[in-house]
């Protein structure tokens, strides 16, 4: 059964703590990336891979770190740095990126909500 | 970075009214995908237009793309409780590769 799954659905963290938030896919894409959702916004761009090692900001990068180890993984920390991480995550993956882009498959997504 | 303009935020209509939601941005587009959104969901791929006056159908859904590729909209006819979350529009333009997301309309429907 193929798709994107996200861990957890809910996450409560207190205030100055690192959590990482779980991204996996088994549909063999190339391209991974983690949206931020807040009420009354559209999605937000945090980072994107287009391959395993490789990693790029997005729109709103500052206080977030990934890495890109495995093709089918990609992790989110969300550091104690962000200093409003309360939101709606996201993780999405397509088959490639570059010229026509690409359908975006994404996860149930995790609730984050700091305390 | 770019910036795509979706109105309206919010739509309610009687249940069998007809539904339109619009994107705009300033630059010209590669493509522009539309998504759904169910309440307490995530977004789900309904369609990509890439044609400059492109028009695509799904049932009660009829999607367009401007002749100028700056603009797309949505239209739903004779809306039903399904219909029910937040449409968004994406889109990218030439020499970026990433989606950028428009605010999303939410319809609520009124049986």
């Known amino acids: 059964d193929g798709g994107i799954t996200q861990s957890p659905k809910y996450l409560f963290r207190k205030e100055g703590q690192n959590v990482t938030l779980s991204c996996e896919q088994n549909?063999?894409?190339?391209?991974m990336y983690w949206y931020r959702q807040d009420p009354g916004q559209g999605l937000r761009l945090i980072y994107y891979s287009q391959i395993v090692n490789d990693f790029q900001k997005g729109d709103i990068a500052e206080g977030y770190s990934v890495s890109r180890e495995k093709k089918e993984s990609f992790p989110l920390t969300v550091t104690s740095a962000q200093k409003n991480p309360t939101a709606f995550y996201l993780c999405a993956s397509s088959l490639r990126t570059g010229g026509s882009t690409d359908t975006q498959y994404f996860g149930p997504g995790t609730r984050l909500t700091v305390l | 970075g770019q910036q795509v303009m979706q109105i309206p935020q919010y739509q309610h209509v009687q249940e069998g009214e007809d539904f339109t939601t619009y994107c705009n941005s300033s630059t010209t587009l590669s493509n522009i995908q539309w998504y759904k959104q169910r309440p307490g969901g995530h977004p789900v791929f309904l369609i990509q237009l890439v044609k400059s006056g492109e028009v695509k159908k799904q049932k009660r859904l009829t999607f367009q793309f401007g002749e100028a590729k700056k603009n797309s909209s949505l239209h739903i006819t004779a809306t039903q409780t399904t219909d029910v979350g937040t449409y968004f529009c994406?889109?990218?333009?030439?020499?970026?590769?990433?989606?950028?997301f428009g605010t999303g309309t939410r319809l609520t429907i009124i049986p």
């Open positions: 549909l063999n894409h190339d391209a």
């Open positions: 994406a889109a990218t333009n030439f020499g970026n590769e990433k989606l950028t």
